[in-house]
């Protein structure tokens, strides 16, 4: 027999190899188990020959790590035909374990097959030296090395099943059972090579015209990498971008779910918004008509919030309205909803077995509000006037059913507030003439049907007058003309204060460049601004606007905004009245003494002008508390050097008493209605001829 040697160094490349290919083949199943569409077929194919090139690679070098004192050489059909039972037999294990289940008989069969592939490459590759007379093999380890073929089949189908799934340490264990497969199959290829015998005068037929020549082992092994090596740097960069991609996804989920959140539920107090309550009595809806019973939408108002706003900040009155949701929530149950539909009204939606089971329901809910509520240091107490209206019977729809428990509503104020009050027919007149309002207040302004007003100012001591405050009215096509408290409140909910605000800067400017064009160049116009309108973000802009469109000095406008206004945010007001300010522009203080405010921030606020309530100059003949209180804010104006407007005089000894306290201008009915503006010139005149 002839006998043969191997190379130790090719021999330990052969085993680096088969470890290198067991691992890429076990990273590639796992990017198969995780792709979805096309992505698997290209990654089993891609799997199957990285696999199956890496395998008959270990064999080939093993093969050439192999001499004999004779010239070797390999047929290239057979060996290439070799190379292809290699890739089919990893193609199939590939397919095998990227199946859902893996049964112990399914596995079985697999590792038959498999190893019986795997066999078939290493004894077709030795039949690729065409030994002459022929190879004689040692059937016990021919056996052997299909036992330990069939052996490191079932591992590996085994171990590459249970590591397909991305999962913590998963690359640690892949390593170690990578190197488990490689000694198998270095073990069943080198056993298979041991059984084979070689008998002397052995001769290769394939050393003439098959693969020989010197540097064949370190193609082949250099190709080899270059294969494992792209294969395995692929699937990793895969593996990143698939995780970066899942990454990106849970944050699209979790920012999808906050704007859901978000666009469904109140900010304020995490309750459901308008648009979720619509979504849940349509469900009730529907809920009523398959299964009977009824629903009843209860629409809560909160009575007394504007005062505590007013008096306390808005920071208060936003922890009056959590606390009076959390309030409400108490109790209710999962088919209960709640929700905050704007400002201090709440809806609640309660399904019922009868309608007569609506008023101990509405009667708790005023009961829980009328207790007191503890926020911060103060003790507040408000109440709640509840408008009931029941389905069926009560409206046929989500928004018809909110129409009429809200007009319900608006009669529980009206009886008395601190209770609640059922829908009835009667309602419906008083809702649909709001409705028909709100329709008529949209166009009002495309229509141009607001008008100035405009009651003059005088100075106190000489009488001249200085100026006006413009006023604001509606003339309705069918009410005729509609003081503010008939459409203003409407105008702040919906927001069309803020165009209407806008076209009453731009006409009071108008207007005033107009009495300086006639040689009122002294006068001041005032406008009031209200709270929604102060804290809009275009407010400066507007006013620079509306002056810059009329060619008006600044300083012939004057902005009034309430106490309460100013004092709400005192910091913001004092940025944007600064920059109203630095324009040039006049602030006034409306309304002074009725609010809630710190002297610290009044000192610091660019006002020029203090405007003393109405309320106070109006009982100044028989209160003596409110006389010392004119005369207190008129004092604290001159302290802080600031001009003094009284307003609502209405007799003469009002305006004694306000002109020796030291006001400097004066305005109310006594002195002058508010007139549009060409009876407010002839009243003016009229005045300065009897001055005359």
């Known amino acids: 027999m002839l006998t043969g040697s191997y190379s130790p160094s090719l021999v330990t490349i052969s085993l680096c190899v088969a470890m290198l290919a067991s691992y890429t083949a076990l990273d590639l199943v796992g990017r198969v188990a995780t792709a979805s569409g096309r992505a698997v077929y290209l990654w089993m194919a891609g799997g199957a020959l990285a696999m199956g090139i890496g395998i008959w690679s270990m064999h080939f070098i093993g093969m050439l790590a192999f001499t004999l004192p004779i010239k070797l050489g390999y047929d290239l059909p057979l060996t290439l035909f070799s190379l292809l039972v290699a ?135 250099m190709t080899t990498l270059a294969v494992l090596g792209i294969s395995l740097l692929t699937s990793v960069l895969d593996a990143r971008m698939q995780a970066h991609t899942s990454v990106l996804a849970n944050s699209l989920s979790q920012a999808n779910q906050e704007l859901t959140q978000l666009a469904l539920h109140d900010n304020l107090t995490g309750l459901p918004n308008r648009m979720l309550l619509d979504d849940r009595i349509g469900q009730a809806i529907e809920a009523v008509g398959e299964e009977g019973g009824c629903l009843a939408l209860m629409f809560i108002d909160l009575d007394g919030f504007k005062p505590v706003n007013d008096a306390f900040g808005h920071h208060i009155g936003d922890q009056l309205l959590r606390a009076v949701a959390a309030r409400l929530r108490e109790g209710l149950s999962s088919k209960h909803t709640l929700a905050r539909i704007g400002g201090d009204e709440f809806v609640l939606l309660v399904p019922l077995a009868a309608p007569v089971d609506a008023s101990a329901v509405a009667a708790q809910q005023v009961e829980l509000i009328a207790a007191p509520f503890q926020v911060g240091d103060q003790a507040l107490l408000v109440s709640a006037s509840i408008g009931v209206a029941i389905y069926p019977g009560n409206g046929v729809d989500q928004h018809e059913l909110l129409m009429n428990a809200d007009a319900a509503m608006y009669h529980a104020k009206s009886a008395g507030k601190n209770g609640y009050r059922f829908f009835d027919s009667s309602m419906n007149s008083n809702a649909r003439k709001q409705l028909q ?7 009002a302004l495309p229509g141009k049907q607001f008008r100035l007003f405009y009651q003059p100012k005088f100075d106190a001591v000489s009488g001249e007058p200085v100026g006006a405050e413009a006023l604001l009215r509606w003339e309705h096509p069918q009410q005729g003309l509609l003081l503010p408290d008939k459409f203003i409140d409407m105008a702040e909910k919906t927001g069309l204060i803020i165009a209407i605000g806008d076209w009453v800067l731009d006409e009071a400017c108008r207007q005033m460049q107009l009495w300086i064009e006639q040689g009122f160049g002294h006068w001041r116009v005032a406008v009031n601004l209200s709270a929604l309108q102060f804290c809009h973000a275009g407010l400066v802009q507007s006013v620079a606007a509306a002056l810059a469109t009329h060619s008006l000095a600044a300083n012939n406008l004057t902005l009034e905004i309430t106490e309460t206004t100013a004092m709400s945010d005192a910091d913001a007001s004092m940025a944007v009245l600064q920059q109203l300010s630095d324009m040039g522009v006049d602030i006034s203080i409306d309304d002074f003494g009725t609010g809630y405010s710190s002297l610290m921030y009044l000192k610091r606020l660019p006002a020029n002008e203090l405007k003393i ?48 306290l030291g006001c400097d201008s004066l305005q109310g009915f006594l002195l002058g209605h508010p007139l549009p503006p060409d009876r407010f010139m002839l009243q003016i005149k009229a005045g300065q001829m009897q001055r005359a």
């Open 87 to 221: 890739v089919l037999s990893s193609a199939f294990a590939i397919w095998l374990v990227s199946q859902p289940r893996l049964p112990l008989v399914q596995l079985v069969m697999g590792a038959l097959i498999m190893g019986s592939g795997i066999s078939a490459m290493h004894y077709t590759g030795m039949a690729a030296l065409d030994m002459q007379p022929g190879i004689v093999y040692d059937v016990p380890l021919v056996l052997l090395s299909l036992v330990i073929a069939f052996a490191a089949s079932a591992a590996a189908l085994g171990i590459a099943f249970r590591l397909r799934q991305h999962a913590p340490r998963v690359r640690r264990l892949r390593g170690l059972a990578a190197v488990v497969m490689g000694i198998a199959i270095v073990g069943m290829h080198y056993t298979g090579m041991a059984a084979a015998r070689f008998p002397t005068g052995s001769w290769c037929a394939a050393a003439g015209d098959g693969l020989t020549g010197n540097g064949l082992d370190y193609m082949v092994l």
């Open 437 to 443: 309002l709100l329709q008529d207040l949209r166009g």
């Open 613 to 660: 309530d109405r309320g106070f100059v109006r009982d100044l003949e028989q209160d003596s508390d409110d006389a010392a209180i004119v005369s207190a804010i008129v004092a604290l104006g001159r302290a802080l050097g600031l001009r003094i407007v009284a307003e609502g005089v209405e007799t003469g000894n009002q305006q004694d008493f306000l002109t020796r």
